[in-house]
């Protein structure tokens, strides 16, 4: 069982940044690939990024090419969303998943993400 908290969400103007935090509890976190989706008001939810389990590969949205930047830090259990040149359109709730990497393919697909967080606001204003 995971148990994901997301923080860092908030109020920004465009072109300013943003940095997500996802703390994950429970064991083997470091065999988990973890993922940032995002949900605008109705809208799907959407893939944003992710980072398999040793931080070896990452995916990201085309979207957000070149300006957002996954990360973890094994040791301290967490994963991060840095987020650059936002634009009002990146507005929604960004939440955190995670799913068992270690000897499964790396995929990016929503449904196979098992664990889910709450979700964190982040507005864009132009």
């Known amino acids: 069982q995971v148990q994901l908290v997301e923080s860092g969400g908030g109020l920004v103007q465009a072109g300013g940044s943003l940095r997500l935090s996802c703390a994950a509890s429970g064991r083997f976190f470091s065999s988990y690939d973890m993922g940032w989706f995002r949900q605008a008001p109705g809208k799907e939810r959407e893939f944003v990024a992710a980072i398999n389990w040793s931080g070896g590969s990452t995916s990201y949205a085309d979207s957000v090419k070149g300006r957002f930047t996954i990360s973890r830090d094994n040791a301290k259990n967490t994963v991060y969303l840095q987020m650059s040149s936002l634009k009002p359109e990146d507005t929604a709730v960004y939440y955190c998943?995670?799913?068992w990497g270690r000897g499964v393919v790396f995929t990016t697909t929503r449904s196979a993400f098992d664990y889910w967080g709450q979700g964190t606001q982040v507005t864009v204003s132009s």
């Open positions: 998943a995670a799913k």
